[in-house]
C-alpha cells in the first residue's frame, strides 16, 4: 500500500498544523500546539507544557497549605481566647444543661 502524499500547512493565528490529503484534499490530521510558543519540536513543547503543568500544580498545592495553616491558627486563637475568658469568670459559671432543667 503506497504511502499517503501530504500537504502540512500551519495557521498563522493558531500555529496548528493540518495534514491534508495531496489527492483528496481532505484533513487527514490537526495537530494543535502544546504550548502557547512552540519551538518547532513537540518534544521540546511536549516537556515544556508538562513543566508548566507541574508548576501549575505546585502553585495551586501550596496556595492551598497555606489556607490550610491560617484557617488552623485562626481556630487555635480563636479557642485560646475562649478558654481564656473562661477561666477568668470562673468555671462554676458554666454549669451542663441537664435534661431536667428543660422541662
Known amino acids: 500500500m503506497p504511502a499517503i502524499q501530504t500537504y502540512k500547512i500551519t495557521c498563522p493565528?493558531?500555529?496548528t498544523i493540518?495534514?491534508?490529503n495531496k489527492v483528496t484534499g481532505e484533513i487527514v490530521e490537526e495537530r494543535?500546539?502544546?504550548v502557547d510558543k512552540p519551538s518547532g519540536d513537540r518534544f521540546?513543547?511536549?516537556?515544556?507544557?508538562q513543566k508548566e503543568h507541574s508548576?501549575?500544580?505546585d502553585s495551586l498545592f501550596d496556595n492551598s497549605l497555606s489556607g490550610i495553616?491560617?484557617?488552623e491558627a485562626n481556630r487555635r486563637d480563636l479557642f485560646e481566647k475562649?478558654?481564656?475568658k473562661?477561666?477568668?469568670e470562673g468555671i462554676d459559671n458554666y454549669k451542663p444543661i441537664r435534661d431536667i432543667d428543660l422541662d
Open 55 to 57: 508548576e501549575k500544580l
Open 69 to 71: 495553616k491560617e484557617k
Open 82 to 84: 475562649s478558654l481564656k
Open 32 to 34: 494543535k500546539p502544546l
Open 86 to 88: 473562661t477561666l477568668e
Open 18 to 20: 493540518l495534514v491534508i
Open 13 to 15: 493565528c493558531c500555529n
Open 44 to 49: 521540546t513543547d511536549a516537556l515544556r507544557a
